[in-house]
């Protein structure tokens, strides 16, 4: 069984920077492209980021392009995206979890960003 835990979330003024953190257990992620997520309230979950196996590739939706930056240490299992020049649109529970959806686990608790103006 997979589990996935995200961290580093937290309330920042708007401009600000966050780190987070994705661990998981259960599963080397080493062999996966993986991906952040975000939901915001009332809204869907929609795609942040996505980095393949080796690092060598990422991705990012447009409305974090440039101020968002997403990283893997495979030596150490985990993913992270660096979050810099926050905005409050930003705001929503962040999660990882594979980049294909075929190859997803179960969604994690997640980690909340609140960006105040």
């Known amino acids: 069984q997979v589990q996935l835990v995200e961290s580093g979330g937290g309330l920042v003024q708007a401009g600000g920077s966050l780190r987070l953190s994705c661990a998981a257990s259960?599963?080397?992620?080493?062999?996966?492209?993986m991906g952040w997520f975000r939901q915001a309230p009332g809204k869907e979950r929609e795609f942040v980021a996505t980095?393949?196996?080796?690092?060598?590739?990422?991705s990012y939706a447009d409305s974090v392009k440039g101020r968002f930056t997403i990283s893997r240490d495979n030596s150490h299992n985990a993913v992270y995206l660096q979050m810099n020049s926050l905005k409050p649109e930003d705001t929503a529970v962040y999660y990882c979890n594979a980049a294909q959806v075929v190859l997803r686990w179960d969604w994690g608790q997640g980690t909340q960003v609140t960006v105040s103006s």
């Open positions: 259960g599963r080397t992620l080493s062999s996966y492209d």
């Open positions: 980095i393949t196996w080796n690092g060598g590739r990422t």
